[in-house]
């Protein structure tokens, strides 16, 4: 990691530390997610981050995690490619997105599927995402894929609701197009400081 981005490192630790819905959340001492707690209804079955990391990168899920893929009928080799699409993201520019309005109704969305275990408070919920995204960036050193979002994310245990996660996944397409949109349009906008928020 060069000079500059140490420096941008701790200036946002600094800054993102003083923000009052992120204090206790992300600070420099703020733990990252080790396990991820999968919720289905009533059922609830825990997986260690490490599981998630080894099935992005050898492409085969093992153990629980590979029962809980036959169960639900998903294709490791797909969730593999899921997790290890990178895209590049400048840091500024995205932190600009993710606090402007259109951004927060997004996270607000995403927070519905991910989540620290146990909290749903938007006010807890949307701060975790933002911090997870812009950690993953920083160590990604301009990029983030999903998997280094998981690991950046600001809490011992991500739950994740998978129902909602499925509806996600069966529309990888739309999400795709999602992506395209907000890398299009919001961004110049964003760029000349005319985004809200």
Known sequence: MNK???KIKVGLKTILFFMPLNIFLITPSAKPAENILLENGIFSR?????????LATTGKAKGTLKNLMRLSNQSPEKI??????????PLVTTTKLMYSSIGEVVIFRI???IYPKKIKDK?????????????????GEGKLNLMQFLKSYPNKTIAINIPALNKVLNKVESMSELINFFSGSPLPEIKKGKASG
Do not use: D, F
């Not at 825990?46 to 080894?54: F, G, Q």
């Not at 593999?80 to 993201?89: F, V």
């Open 123 to 139: 006010s807890i919920t949307i701060p975790a995402i933002r911090s997870g995204v812009i950690s993953g960036i920083i160590e």
């Open 111 to 113: 927070s519905k599927i």
């Open 4 to 6: 500059t981005m140490k």
């Open 46 to 54: 825990t997986i260690s981050i490490n599981s998630v990391e080894e």
């Open 80 to 89: 593999s490619n899921l997790l290890n699409q990178e895209y590049n993201l």
